[in-house]
């Protein structure tokens, strides 16, 4: 740098390259007024409609608002109007078609005190099925034999290990409710298998086929423990008695795996068997069948950005969607309050 | 793996560990329950009471409301029971101790709609101090003179370069806008130049000395600049109105950079100074003269965790701390609508 | 702040507490020095080395390495000492007991060039037994049949979509790779279930059984598919070749369980019927047969920290683990540049 | 779902779109392969090498390697063909414009033992100009006083603080380095208070001049510190010794900070001063000099990637640059071995 008093000539190509002008349809960015009357201790609507206009995530978890919103007031034709082959796919209660809802869940979810949410959503209907992992159908029934605590993210692995708690976050699990777990399941289990075997003695060679009443499976393993739980606080309870099916192939990767694994060994030389080829037949079947294609919500991080699943179809090209960035307990039961439940019950 | 019936004797030794009996004052994991009247569209304040025993972040944002709300109504000794040299800090309109509180924000909170968030609680008097960065402090001013507005994350960098079109995150800003807000600093600047050179003539070789006239700092800049727009929009304008400092030593690292280089062009062989070693001498004397640490609130992730700062005596071992993780927006109107706007104004 | 030249009385308690003598064993943190001879263009072992004192995550990479190097080397008994029910796990060419290794591996693992760095490992029996997501399975096969293609983080979808490209992070897979892999894989299903009924023939009612032969689980179809692609690039090739199993409980969760779908309605009545209890057995037999407790590298995370593990006893509190935080296309082909295949081929 | 063997005729709506023709130059996904003679223990150019054709963050590392390399070899014009107000910026042994570098480095590269790397890089020339965080300066000097140890990600806070131990990541920093920090800068703020004052009695009311010898700036500060430390570790002694600048607007923003404070008190009614325009005036004109726009690479995340950079112009559109995701103590060796250190010294 010299210490002279004139701009180095180049610095003239530095000027900024004018904006063209701003279409009439741009929306500006706005906040929420909490000098305002209605801004006070907010309702979870007013928060939500104020953060459409903050930019940023708050716009993203404004968008899941509407999204949701739409998906629950969309309403097709009167059944009476389809053709028996398309009298397919969910109805409201005056025969009008509705969306096919997909709902997502993950173990950590049901730890958490989203349980409840996700709860009252199946309890009252707001879903059509719904896809979760091993441990979000274990936690839910250990949570109606014994309780989670609070905890902190920070306590040590080893001292938790040798008093026998187990550490999700910053939740805490006792021993004692694997347990109490696996005294309830083991009677469940010796039940399921002298079905299975009382229907291939009818069956025989034909125990395989479509349909065939002697073979078990995820999605019926999850409404038979629903069943068997019988307990108001309990998804599995509530999507049991609305006929909501509850998808997880991967149902032997967690607790309820290292039950069948031993229950193996005691039921030897029978065996429970758990096939999922039926299962994909099942949710494929409510996908295709569906009348306006389910949108999915899910509280879990694929990792892909939306963009990526429209490349693959996953997410039709002109369908709405959007991802939020945020750990789900701080952000559903908001969108929850402001959609699902925005009304008085 | 052999096919018969026997467990592999090394099972027995897979039993649980027996967990420890679990204290009394365990909380149990619970969340929210919209079954119940109170929860339809919650308000801020039934959410957070919910998300304290949700876990997770839930937790972690009702711990910090919790903070926040012991911070409010912290209460000291009156002014008249304390010897001269111990009156400093914050006071209440009963002339009582209160806590010092600083604010901490960057730019793209106020790039965001938060910013009308950040201007309530500067109009208010919530906060004592606040600690910007130098795009903060210069977007607050520009939105005074032209909006900035909603876009999408994924807009393509080289198409909006060619409009004109900055991005922020899913926010758009044009060019013209800083056009605008340089037509607008540099006679600020030409007087804050003269008033410098004024006070120079009249100290000499002391103009350097403590105390000095003649010396700018980035929060006396600050401070002017509030003054000198003058909008009732802008956090700058209540920040000076009601004598609360904005710290950023950083100052010239954005646009108000540039206008300081080009104006060193134009002022030759005068030249503006801003010197940083006031300014910290400011901030750090207010820390110390809180009659309460300072509890420090802002919304920017410096990656580390609280026990990270516990460990350099940043936070004191006794202070209560905790780091949300989430996007700003998602929970800072949720955070204050529960806290310093709970209550109607 | 005043202006007087007095440091505030409280200052005085701000002094640094004084540290405790440095134990002896405490390590410095310390560089690679590039002026070294050794160090240009270094090899992998000794920019391992160096990571091993630079702390954060190159120190979590080099104690990742000290992991791999002790679980390769570690030997135990001879076969001939050990009682007969005690012969089980994995032993070296000398028959001595060695470490029972499980590796797993998702999706965009094979979609990348880390395949190669994959089936390297399993060529050469650096691995007991993998646990693998359905798109690493069909992947690892689709590459067989068609390339997959270096694209770009920021294609739009619907562009891709229309061209009939699918995005994974960077990469690209034509549409036409998967029909390929439909024509490829219906014939090998067609088979499968000619077997499974011809069995079914033979065992009637007992056909659920332990060990029948008629029942498919998911470690036996990717046995089978590992058979029938015949190609030397393939992971599940040498997998098959070199009697490793693979595991995939939640086998339908992508392409081929849209195959298996569309397989039912043309078996129809018959089904094909993958079990996954037998594969729960298997997996947990081979972990509890182990001489030494396999331990697990894989390529994704599943959020927790290897503390959280350790709460769970799924980490044993003394074994030794640790988590990197990276994108393991990253720091994977260096890892293995420094272990596996350190030496010379 | 019905039992029917009948595929919902919807789903022949289901069929892949087919690919377009995938175009020639479209390059395909590639390992390294690890069976080969110059895979084992690689090289880093190896490594990188094959990183290009991998895909995820492993094709973007190799990019940056590229970028790196292309910025080294680049050469321009001869000086002797320039007019005199062209011959700015950087020019090799033989005269030839090359580009201009800017480094950034934040504290906890300088804490890790990724400074080893940084001061190869400042004393062999291989940038131009440096910007830094505060805490990168202090740590730097610091560590030339007494070493930092490795330590533990999970230490818990409360424990290091009775102890007088900082920790920084899996770093630890006694109090003590501190306190000796404290004595080595404290005489040499004196001195540089003494020269401000005894070129203010020279200069008077004009002290404030652009080029005012009485002016000390933080880059200023910074040189003088990396001449009184004399020390050959140290990054800031080699850059005072090869005249490379180092920026750090906030280098009041740490424990120098705290230092200035207490110098306030010590020197009032005098007042050490440091002004940040004329250091803004200095980086940009080297910016604007630059015969090679220069290209920037740093180790922190200011959150942005790239593409937003091109919409504000920060990067020109038509430059090349790649973000890379990775701690970066985990990739800065490798690219360091792999460009500017591929060679034997």
Redesign the interface.
């Known amino acids: 740098?010299?210490?002279?008093?004139?701009?180095?000539?180049?610095?003239s190509d530095?000027v900024?390259?004018?904006?063209?002008p701003?279409p009439e349809d741009?929306?500006?960015?706005?906040?929420?007024?909490?000098?305002?009357?209605y801004?006070?201790?907010?309702?979870?609507?007013d928060?939500i409609a104020?953060?459409r206009?903050?930019?940023?995530?708050?716009?993203s978890?404004a968008s899941a608002c509407e999204i949701i919103n739409e998906m629950n007031s969309w309403r097709g034709k009167h059944k009476g109007e389809l053709p028996e082959?398309e009298q397919?796919g969910e109805f409201d209660d005056e025969d009008r078609q509705k969306a096919t809802v997909f709902m997502g869940f993950t173990s950590?979810l049901i730890?958490?005190?989203?349980?409840?949410?996700l709860r009252?959503l199946v309890?009252h209907k707001k879903v059509s099925a719904i896809v979760a992992s091993a441990g979000g159908i274990e936690e839910d029934l250990i949570k109606c034999l014994a309780?989670?605590?609070?905890g902190d993210f920070?306590?040590?692995?080893?001292t938790?290990?040798?008093?026998?708690?187990?550490?999700?976050?910053?939740?805490?699990v006792?021993?004692?409710?694997?347990?109490k777990f696996e005294e309830w399941i083991v009677p469940v289990l010796d039940k399921m298998l002298e079905e299975?075997?009382t229907e291939?003695?009818k069956?025989?060679?034909?125990?395989?086929?479509?349909?065939?009443a002697?073979?078990w499976t995820?999605s019926k393993l999850i409404d038979r423990l629903g069943k068997e739980i019988n307990d108001e606080s309990s998804v599995l309870y509530w999507a049991h008695k609305n006929k909501i099916p509850i998808f997880c192939?991967?149902?032997?990767?967690g607790s309820i795996?290292?039950m069948?694994?031993?229950h193996?060994?005691k039921a030897?030389?029978?065996?429970?068997?758990?096939?999922?080829?039926?299962?994909?037949?099942?949710i494929?079947?409510?996908s295709?069948?569906a009348s306006r294609a389910g949108q999915e919500f899910d509280g879990s991080d694929a990792g892909?950005r939306?963009?990526?699943?429209?490349?693959?179809?996953k997410?039709k090209?002109e369908a709405k969607s959007v991802k939020?960035?945020?750990?789900?307990?701080?952000?559903w039961?908001?969108i929850?309050?402001?959609t699902?439940?925005?009304?008085?019950?």
Chains 1, 2, 3, 4 share one sequence.
């Open positions: 740098m010299s210490g002279s008093g004139k701009l180095p000539a180049i610095a530095a900024l390259k004018q904006s063209v701003v741009f929306e500006k960015v706005q906040g929420m007024d909490f000098s305002q009357d801004a006070y201790n907010s309702r979870a609507t928060l104020s953060m206009t903050m930019g940023f995530q708050a716009s978890v082959h397919t950590n730890s958490s005190g989203l349980r409840d949410t009252y309890q309780p989670t605590y609070l920070a306590l040590p692995g080893k938790l290990r040798d008093q026998g708690l187990n550490r999700i976050g910053n939740l805490l006792p021993n004692d409710n694997y347990c299975q075997e291939m003695a069956l025989g060679k034909e125990g395989l086929n479509a349909d065939s002697a073979i995820p192939p991967a149902i032997t990767d795996g290292d069948l694994f031993f193996t060994f030897s030389p029978q065996q429970l068997r758990l096939d999922i080829v039926a299962d994909i037949r099942k494929n079947s409510m295709m069948e892909a939306p963009d990526e699943a429209v490349s693959w179809g997410i090209a939020v960035y945020a750990d789900v307990t701080v952000v039961p908001l929850v309050a402001a699902f439940a925005a009304q008085r019950p």
